[in-house]
């Protein structure tokens, strides 16, 4: 007979892994998301200002291009700190919820 406990912890590690696994589907579908948004914003600067030369249409969509990575940033830095909120630190195996990934 499995001890309570022992069936305690694979549940709470089998939630873990299924939450972890939604985080990473809403990861992607934002990176998704902002990249088809963003190719679609430099198509309509191409579309709709192509008398205004491509130095222009290049200073509109490099502007695009920084309200992206400003998004992108704000994202990852909203997700890591609700993953630090709510993490299951097991100390057994070490885990590091510091670790930092530079997303310039």
Avoid: C
Wanted: glycine letters at 4%.
């Amino acid at each position: 007979m499995t001890a309570p406990n022992t069936e305690v912890a694979k549940v709470a590690d089998e939630e873990a892994k299924e939450l972890s696994e939604q985080w990473l589907e809403l990861i992607r579908t934002g990176q998704e998301t902002l990249a088809e948004t963003l190719s679609e914003f430099v198509e309509t600067v191409r579309r709709v200002a192509p008398s205004a030369g491509v130095a222009k249409q290049r200073e509109i969509i490099d502007s695009g291009l920084e309200m992206a990575q400003a998004i992108g940033r704000a994202q990852y830095h909203t997700v890591r700190s609700v993953a630090r909120s709510v993490v299951v630190v097991n100390v057994e195996v070490d885990t590091d919820v510091d670790v930092d990934v530079d997303v310039a």
